[in-house]
Structures are given as C-alpha cells and as structure tokens.
T-cell receptor, first 112, second 111 residues
Framework: EAAVTQSPRSKVAVTGGKVTLSCHQT?????MYWYRQDTGHGLRLIHY???????EKGDIPDGYKASRPSQENFSLILELASLSQTAVYFC???????????FGSGTRLLVI | QQKVQQSPESLIVPEGAMTSLNCTFS??????FAWYRQHSGKAPKALMS????GEKEEGRFTIHLNKASLHFSLHIRDSQPSDSALYLC???????????FGTGTTVSVSP
C-alpha cells in the first residue's frame, strides 16, 4: 500500500534553533510536497520537488529550506525556528502534478 | 500568487440532507481541480477530481466545474455523521506543478 511516513510525529523546538522534518515515501512517486496547516485552516505550499536533487519554492518559502536527496526522501529545514512557524506540517507525494496526493500523518511543531 | 477561495467557512447539515460546498479560483486556464476531506486530527484524503467543464458523480458525491465562471463545487447527497470533516478544494494553475488549496469548509452533520 502506498505510504508517506513523516518523522517526528511531534516536536517542541526553541526559538532560534534548527529543526529538520523528514518525509519518506514508498510510492515510487516523482512529486513530493511540503504544506503547513494552521489550526482549522487550509494548506499552504512551502516547497515541492518533482525530481531528486531539485526543489522548488512554493507560496510561503521564507524561513524554510528543502532537500530532496533521493526519490524517496524529502526534508524540510527550519534553520532559525520562530514562534510564527508553530503549525502542523504535512508532506505529500503524487505520481504527476495532476494526480491524487497521498499525505503523511503530519508533524505537529511547537516553537517556544 | 494565485488564490483559491471557499464558501461557506462552516455549515451544519441535518443527517440525510444535501451538503453543498463552493470554491472559486482566479484563472480560467487552470487545469486540474480536486476536493480533499480531512477528519479531525487526520491527514487530508483525496475525494474527487475533475479536469474539464461539466459534472462528475461518484456514489453520494458530485463535482461541478464551470471554468468560465471560475467556480467549482462539491455536493454530498444523503449526508452522514461520518461526513463531518474539513473539506478542502484545490486547483492546479496553468504553469504550476503543485496544488493550491483553499482555506476549507468545516462541515458538521447532525444526527
């Protein structure tokens, strides 16, 4: 069964610290995405990738970096975590830009 | 930056009634339109998608798309308490490689 696994499931980070969120998919999908969701709201696109070793900026990339070292793995890096980055982060994958996304279970990040 | 707007923000529907959700977008050249459902504390899951103008039905769910009016909608027939969730519409704009999601509509189906 197609799967997207995110780690950690939750994290508490200190303001100014570095945070790395990881995503691993076994779907053999080329496309991977990072979205953030603030309480009760929709998803906002941070970064995405459609091929290994290449990433693209989404709508809200400021304060975030992304890394796609292989087809299976896609990381989101917060170099200097800030309070405003407290949110739930979802990773997703898809076969093409026009196909259904498979989402991971999310990472709940609290920055204090 | 392209935007996707949803209405209403929330609604309460009696069990067995029709639920109607709306989504507007800003470019008639957009190429892919989808609805996702997210139960509380869970990941979003794809419901239905459509590429061209018209209607598509799958079980209790129907999607309508009118590119000229920049509008698409989701209708849920015979709504059930298990349909209570956050509904997210999404659009892939021409030239884009990722979905842009709306802000969501929270649906509560009352028994």
């Amino acid at each position: 069964e197609a799967a997207v696994t995110q780690s950690p499931r939750s994290k508490v980070a200190v303001t100014g610290g570095k945070v790395t969120l990881s995503c691993h998919q076994t779907n053999n999908h080329d496309y991977m995405y990072w979205y953030r969701q603030d309480t009760g709201h929709g998803l906002r696109l941070i970064h995405y990738s459609y091929v290994a070793d290449s990433t693209e900026k989404g709508d809200i990339p400021d304060g975030y970096k992304a890394s796609r070292p292989s087809q299976e793995n896609f990381s989101l890096i917060l170099e200097l975590a800030s309070l405003s980055q407290t949110a739930v982060y979802f990773c997703a994958s898809s076969v093409t830009a026009n196909s259904d996304y498979t989402f991971g279970s999310g990472t709940r990040l609290l920055v204090i | 930056q392209q935007k996707v707007q949803q209405s209403p923000e929330s609604l309460i529907v009696p069990e067995g009634a029709m639920t109607s959700l709306n989504c507007t977008f800003s470019d008639s050249a957009s190429q892919y339109f989808a609805w996702y459902r997210q139960h509380s504390g869970k990941a979003p899951k794809a419901l239905m998608s459509i590429f061209s103008n018209g209607e598509k039905e799958e079980g209790r769910f129907t999607i309508h798309l009118n590119k000229a009016s920049l509008h698409f909608s989701l209708h849920i027939r015979d709504s059930q308490p298990s349909d209570s969730a956050l509904y997210l519409c999404a659009v892939r704009y021409q030239g884009g490689r990722a979905l842009i999601f709306g802000t969501g509509t929270t649906v509560s189906v009352s028994p």
